[in-house]
Nanobody, 122 residues
Framework: QVQFVESGGGLVQPGGSLRLSCAAS????????MAWYRQAPGKQRELVAC???????KYADSVKGRFTISRDNAKNTVSLQMNSLKPEDTAVYYC????????????????WGQGTQVTVSL
């Protein structure tokens, strides 16, 4: 039922920046937590960042201080601003909806879009 469309990926040099966006069907952005995941070739999908309906955020240690997640409930979008990009950030990035506990653990629902490719390379 939930539909996601990710965009904004591309090829960028190390140290560069990209801004990813995700649009969702319906009004779920105003009611649920949202997150960004990524999956590199041969690797498992990992949580990058999440944001609650009250705009509380959590980040993976590997991206903390470099990435910023935000949401616009009125527009039903969630974004990921990525700065100081490293080759290790290369992956397909996916947005997701779910819930985050009061302790900060994110629980995704099994709905995924096509993703957007981010490649950090010279």
């Amino acid at each position: 039922q939930v539909q996601f469309v990710e965009s904004g990926g591309g090829l960028v040099q190390p140290g560069g920046s990209l801004r990813l966006s995700c649009a969702a069907s319906g009004s779920i952005f105003s009611n649920y937590a949202m997150a960004w995941y990524r999956q590199a070739p041969g690797k498992q999908r990992e949580l990058v960042a999440c944001i609650t309906r009250s705009v509380i955020t959590k980040y993976a240690d590997s991206v903390k201080g470099r990435f910023t997640i935000s949401r616009d409930n009125a527009k039903n979008t969630v974004s990921l601003q990525m700065n100081s990009l490293k080759p290790e950030d290369t992956a397909v990035y996916y947005c997701n909806t779910g819930s985050m506990s009061y302790s900060g653990t994110y629980y995704p629902l099994d709905y995924w879009g096509q993703g957007t490719q981010v490649t950090v390379s010279l």
